[in-house]
């Protein structure tokens, strides 16, 4: 508890010296963002009806970070799943949802594994990304499935306007951490191309939790003409990492490699600015293969395999077009296949047919509102239709309200549908989707150009939600859980000076199983974050950061508590010259011994550093 407190009187002392220095105005906050998930429409960040964060490329460099998972914690609202070190699973989770109920996409591309409709963070590289937007709250009117907490769009890098570019990064950290990567980017008349390629190893922060891994990622894109542009994105990934499973009962011989690769070709057909229209296919891979017994045991000497593959077939048109200077419009039509090819549980497939529809209308300067549908109809159980609606109105120049209303679902995963008949375990083909349906309000204030706060309470109701129960000893999964998710999200941003920046947000929740009135699994009821940044006129840049996650529960008992967790990390860079960056990273600088999953140790203090050249 103690602890508790000094952290958090660490976050009042940065706010309280904010505060004091806010006449200092500033032009740092930019209020003119664009981003297109909310509404798959360009639309200015200040005037989405929903909450929409950014993390831009240089906050990403800045944060020296090997994955997403570090600078999407630090974001009001969000908790990561992380399982371990460099290469571990690490999984996003939102106002209270399961991972598998947040939607993840990279440039507008479904990620979610149909097999545990889950994406793990660890294996997307962070030097490809040009900034991450995260839509908090349902997205399934627009996108469908999954999205009942949120909706993370990942955009990454386009090829270079004109010329060439190339760009080295090397590092080297505790553990043994290698991580070497390479892109080049040019532009030859209408032809423009980027590729981007990788390496990454360690030894991992415990035995059998090393990691190699590799990518290769390429993006292609030609205009036919002014109006007309194609472009091919493509990407392989392979990693081999341990499998050391709880430290309770650990596996120090079993393995497991992942493959994924993709394919996006998309044209984009924009005749004058009179509408425009976007076609999007693409195919998704991801092949998983687990080995138990690699060094044999006196138990079982034979190596066991198991091999699950997936694949996600998909294509989306959609049509935009501005119907006056006040009204704005996208309607598409999507279709799907997931299959499914595993030794356990064998072979599936299933279609789904959507169309979707989003309306922006500008009522007058002040008052904006949007409305919007999806249906989706699937092949093994029915249709479902989810509406959203939004309003944002401005109160003055610097201060405005915004309230949204919207209802969701999540489509049952193949293992929820078809995990084998182990005698004491099976699926259930059964299963009907997860629903849910929200409420929120939200109050966005700038204050002497220097201070912007939002408050955002929401409220979440779920039902049919999928819960694994025993039946005449057996495991099966059933439709038979409601959830009332109560939350609070709390925002502030302050420019103390030219080149010194604090940040403080803090979130709450309620999250209560109705039946039994415990809280969900794994949901912390506290976690805020306090940063404070400098930037000097000579290329330095310093972050000092803090994250504090509460209690959580193991079980739906709450029985097994999870002890509440902080760590500081700092993060040190200087810009040498137009075409070197250097930078050292050090993570948990206490040290602190801490899970975030039970029984999954989180790493120690970390030192890294590492060198960027540009040319």
């Excluded at 090397?170 to 532009?187: D, K, L, Q």
């Excluded at 044209?267 to 891979?285: D, K």
């Excluded at 999806?374 to 201060?399: E, H, Q, V």
């Excluded at 193991?554 to 810009?575: C, G, P, R, S, W």
């Amino acid at each position: 508890m103690k602890n508790f407190i000094w952290t958090a009187a660490i976050g009042a002392v940065l706010a309280f010296s904010s505060l004091c220095y806010g006449q200092f105005e500033s032009d740092n906050i930019d209020l003119s963002k664009i981003v297109v998930t909310p509404s798959r429409i360009d639309e200015p960040q200040a005037k989405a009806s929903s909450k929409v964060d950014i993390i831009t490329s240089k906050e990403l460099l800045a944060s020296s970070s090997n994955d997403l998972a570090q600078p999407l914690s630090g974001i009001s609202g969000v908790t990561i799943s992380d399982y371990g070190g460099l290469g571990a699973t690490k999984t996003v989770r939102m106002r209270g949802s399961t991972a598998a109920q947040v939607l993840v996409m990279v440039d507008g591309r479904p990620v979610n594994s149909p097999r545990d409709g889950e994406t793990d963070l660890s294996s997307i590289p962070v030097d490809m990304i040009d900034r991450v937007e995260l839509l908090h709250g349902p997205g399934s009117s627009l996108y469908g499935s999954s999205g009942m907490g949120g909706a993370l769009n990942i955009l990454t890098k386009q090829p270079p306007k004109e010329g060439q570019r190339t760009e080295l990064f090397s590092s080297f950290g505790t553990f043994r951490t290698y991580i070497e990567r390479a892109s080049h980017g040019g532009r030859i008349d209408k032809f423009g191309y980027l590729l981007n390629s990788g390496y990454q190893y360690s030894e991992g922060i415990r035995q059998n939790s090393e990691v190699d891994a590799r990518d290769i990622n390429s993006k292609l894109e030609y205009s036919l003409n002014d109006d007309n542009t194609l472009r091919l994105n493509s990407g392989y990934y392979k990693s081999k990492t341990g499998a050391p499973g709880t430290i309770a009962s650990p596996d120090l011989d079993d393995r497991q490699d992942i493959i994924k690769n993709f394919a996006d070709l998309s044209w984009i057909f924009n005749p004058q600015g009179l509408f425009s229209i976007e076609t999007r296919t693409y195919v998704n891979n991801d092949r998983l293969e687990f080995m138990e017994n690699t060094a044999g045991s006196i138990w079982d000497t034979a190596n066991k395999k198991d091999v699950h593959s997936t694949s996600a077939r998909g294509i989306n048109t959609q049509i935009s077009k501005d119907f006056s200077d006040s009204f704005r419009g996208a309607y598409g039509f999507n279709y799907l296949t997931n299959g499914n090819d595993s030794t356990s549980s064998g072979k599936h497939k299933y279609n789904v047919r959507a169309g979707y529809m989003e309306n922006l209308w500008t009522v007058t300067d002040d008052l904006r509102v949007n409305f919007g549908a999806r249906i989706d109809d699937y092949s093994n159980f029915g249709s479902k239709t989810n509406p959203s609606a939004g309003i944002r109105y401005d109160l003055t120049g610097n201060a405005s309200v915004r309230a949204n209303v919207a209802r969701s679902f999540r489509a049952p995963t193949f293992n929820d549908l078809y995990w084998p008949d182990e005698g004491w375990t099976k699926g259930n083909p059964s299963l009907k989707p997860e629903k849910g349906q929200t409420q929120e309000a939200g109050l966005d204030v700038r204050l002497f150009k220097s201070f912007k706060s939002s408050l955002t309470a929401f409220r979440n109701d779920f039902s049919d939600l999928i819960n694994w129960t025993e039946e005449a000893f057996v495991w099966t999964p059933k439709n038979v859980s409601k959830a009332r998710i109560d939350g609070i999200e709390f925002d502030n941003t302050w420019n103390i000076l030219k080149n010194l920046d604090a940040g403080f947000n803090y979130s709450y929740l309620k999250p209560r199983d109705k039946f039994s009135r415990k809280d969900l699994v794994y949901q912390p009821r506290n976690k805020f974050s306090t940063s404070l940044k400098y930037r000097s006129a000579n290329g330095f840049t310093g972050e000092l950061s803090c994250m504090y996650t509460g209690r959580r529960y193991q079980d739906a008992e709450n029985t097994v508590k999870v002890k509440h967790f902080y760590i500081y990390n700092l993060d040190l860079a200087k810009k040498l010259n137009a075409q070197v960056d250097c930078f050292i990273s050090l993570k948990n600088l206490l040290n602190r011994k801490y899970k975030v999953m039970r029984d999954y140790p989180a790493p120690g203090f970390s030192l890294t550093g590492g060198i960027k050249t540009t040319f």
